[in-house]
């Protein structure tokens, strides 16, 4: 994930919807075990009815009549509601009318204890007593004679219990789903308020690198002032030191000018002998070489990332009417086909270097036209230079090296090329020679990134 946002949305999302089924794991558990409290309770109540409404029998056997029984649920079959009493050995010795199947296995707790028990498809609760018989009657913990052990028992379907937990589980789930939609929203719109500084600032450098604006000139939030400074520093530093650069070059240049100029005029000198005029010509005209073509190299600019952008269309046009001035006696036609609104991250000077020395190789060749196209795409420029001369020799990527020529009796081919391979490797590009599709002549094809 490349967006910043996407990953803190992605994030935060995965930490509320854990955190969602943690609340809901959570309030599902407490609920059940608050139901199942309020079930063992309220069996625990309807035990002590029924010891209430309790009696003895003929026999000093605990009974109770079917008029006395608390609950009318317990008088109808099939109610889901039971109740039992067993004596000591664990035989059931009463039952009320409500019950109709098999008796379940259920624990006898000690005297004055309960149990829950949570069966298949009911809840029982036991309770353990002991009652005497004093003369018919019947009384709780009698210390009297002829003590006998029970054991309560009343039993209830799960079908209410489980129809509230269901009708719970459903509530819940829909609003923690309801509250995790509207978190999310909610999320959102604060990521987007809090990356907005992001995005302005993003907008901001691609005014600088289009040329509407030559600096970050927004207030940001505390973490990001430091950044915007430190880009307006940073561009700052780099238009300044490339004007140095510029001025120290041209200083350079006026510091050569006049030794060579010297030297020059003392080999064009008649008054000196032919040996001695010999022997200057090739250094000087060496030195001369060497010293146009490292300022050239020192003075281009290269790719800079928040360069003003150069419209490529002037300057292709206006190369291409001095050069048809040069070349007048062939009648050159010149095809610049460039859009209007292509332009490029680079140094004007560069491209002005680049193309001239391109458009001024084809048009030595040409015959009669010579066609330029520039296309970009992904931030990658693609420059073609077609003529309809002759074309490269097989051996084309040799002029790729300073001072080759493709013919002795055109000079500056090589060099022309060699500088502009040069100035193309400082934009990470590359050039290519080969053949021209529709002109039939020489094709160089250049890409820059930009």
């Known amino acids: 994930m490349k967006s910043l946002r996407t990953r803190l949305l992605v994030v935060a999302t995965l930490v509320l919807m854990g955190f969602m089924l943690l609340c809901g794991a959570g309030l599902d558990q407490a609920f059940r075990g608050s139901a199942l409290q309020a079930q063992r309770d309220k069996q625990q109540g309807m035990i002590f009815a029924l010891l209430g409404a309790a009696d003895s029998n003929d026999r ?62 009911r809840f029982a609760s036991t309770y353990g007593i002991r009652w005497v018989s004093d003369n018919g009657g019947l009384r709780l913990f009698s210390a009297k004679p002829k003590p006998q052990r029970y054991t309560v028992a009343v039993m ?17 789930w829909i609003w923690l789903g309801g509250a995790s939609l509207a978190l999310i929203l909610v999320q959102m719109l604060v990521l987007g308020w809090g990356l907005s500084p992001l995005r302005k600032l993003v907008r901001e450098l691609r005014g600088v690198e289009s040329g509407q604006q030559s600096r970050i000139d927004a207030v940001y939030p505390t973490e990001l002032t430091p950044l915007a400074e430190g880009l307006n520093t940073m561009i700052a530093a780099e238009r300044n030191q490339q004007q140095r650069y510029r001025n120290a070059l041209d200083d350079l240049a006026h510091s050569l000018k006049t030794p060579l100029a010297v030297l020059r005029g003392l080999v064009d000198d008649r008054t000196l002998a032919t040996d001695a005029r010999d022997k200057l010509r090739d250094p000087v005209d060496r030195m001369q070489e060497i010293t146009n073509h490292q300022l050239r190299k020192a003075a281009a600019a290269g790719r800079r990332t928040l360069a003003e952008p150069v419209a490529i269309k002037p300057l292709a046009d206006k190369i291409a009417g001095a050069l048809a001035k040069v070349y007048a006696a062939k009648s050159l036609r010149f095809t610049i086909d460039v859009p209007d609104l292509l332009r490029v991250r680079a140094d004007e000077g560069d ?47 040799k002029l790729l090296s300073r001072g080759v020529r493709a013919d002795s009796l055109t000079p500056g081919q090589g060099i022309g090329l060699g500088a502009a391979a040069e100035l193309v490797k400082l934009y990470d590009g590359g050039i290519a020679l080969g053949k021209a599709e529709l002109l039939g002549g020489a094709r160089v094809t250049v890409t820059l990134s930009v």
């Open 351 to 397: 491209l002005y270097e680049l193309l001239g020395n391109l458009l001024d190789n084809a048009s030595k060749f040409a015959r009669t036209e010579v066609r330029l196209t520039a296309t970009i795409q992904q931030r990658m420029l693609t420059l073609l230079i077609d003529d309809d001369g002759p074309g490269f020799p097989d051996d084309a990527d």
């Open 156 to 172: 209830e379907d799960k079908n209410d219990y489980n129809v509230q937990l269901h009708a719970f589980r459903n509530l819940l």
């Open 60 to 121: 000093d056997q605990l009974t109770i009549s079917v008029g006395a029984l608390p609950d009318p649920r317990l008088t109808r079959v099939q109610s889901g509601l039971e109740a039992l009493i067993f004596n000591a050995s664990g035989k059931v010795i009463w039952r009320s009318p409500s019950f109709a199947g098999k008796v379940p296995e259920l624990l006898a707790p000690d005297v004055g204890a309960s149990l829950f028990t949570e069966l298949d498809d």
